[in-house]
Every structure is written in C-alpha cells, then in structure tokens.
C-alpha cells in the first residue's frame, strides 16, 4: 500500500537546525493529507505540522511557528521538515504521517499511514 520512510535526525546542539524528510512511495494518488508529529519519553504524540492538499492549508504546533516550515518536493514525492532555531524541548522521534483526508490535522488517529521514525536530540 504506502510506505513512508523518514531521516534526517541526529544529535544537534541548542539553535542548531535540521531538515527531516519523508518519503512516500505505493499507491499515492489517493493521499491529500500529510503531517508531522512527535514523541518524547513517557509524553503523547503531538502534532507538530500538517499540510491539506486538498484544502492547500497548512498547519502548525504554537510552539514550533516561525521555527518550522513543512514543505514537499512533488517530483520525489519527499516531504520535510526544516526545524530551526532547535531546543531541548523539541528532542523527540519525529513521524511523517499520511492519509487520504483528515478533518482533525492535529489528531494522530486521523492518519492512516506512519513512518517508522526518525529521532531528534538537541543538546543545552
């Protein structure tokens, strides 16, 4: 069906950046809906960015705006993440997240297809 498979994370100091990506491949015509969460230790997942294609909106956590940008490249079917301006409060596995359409962007359990994860840590 879909795979989505992530990179770009590492070990990174305070105010240091990073660009995640994801790569989507298998039957992708049907996807209008892509976002970006995180987990760290013994904390939920939260949403950290989404875009609607269909909608062509694009969302994000407060506390990431101004610092992270979502944005795609169509012809390798790649999305990313750029993180700027890293904290320790953004350590955590980063997922990209797929699905057909999403009424709730900031809601995990609207999409329908996940990466395995690609861990950030950013160092004081």
């Known amino acids: 069906q879909v795979q989505l498979a992530e990179s770009g994370g590492g070990l990174v100091q305070a105010g240091a950046s990073l660009r995640l990506s994801c790569v989507v491949s298998g039957r992708t015509f049907h996807l209008s809906d892509m976002g970006w969460f995180r987990q760290a230790p013994g904390k939920e997942r939260e949403f950290v960015a989404a875009?609607?294609?269909?909608?062509?909106?694009?969302y994000y956590r407060d506390s990431v705006k101004g610092r992270f940008t979502i944005s795609s490249d169509n012809a390798k079917n790649t999305w990313y993440l750029q993180m700027s301006g890293l904290t320790p409060d953004d350590t955590a596995v980063y997922y990209c997240?797929?699905?057909?359409?999403?009424?709730?962007?900031?809601?995990?359990?609207?999409?329908?297809?996940w990466g395995r994860g690609t861990q950030v840590t950013v160092s004081s």
């Open positions: 875009f609607s294609r269909s909608g062509g909106r694009t």
């Open positions: 997240a797929v699905a057909t359409e999403v009424r709730r962007h900031r809601v995990p359990c609207e999409y329908e297809y």
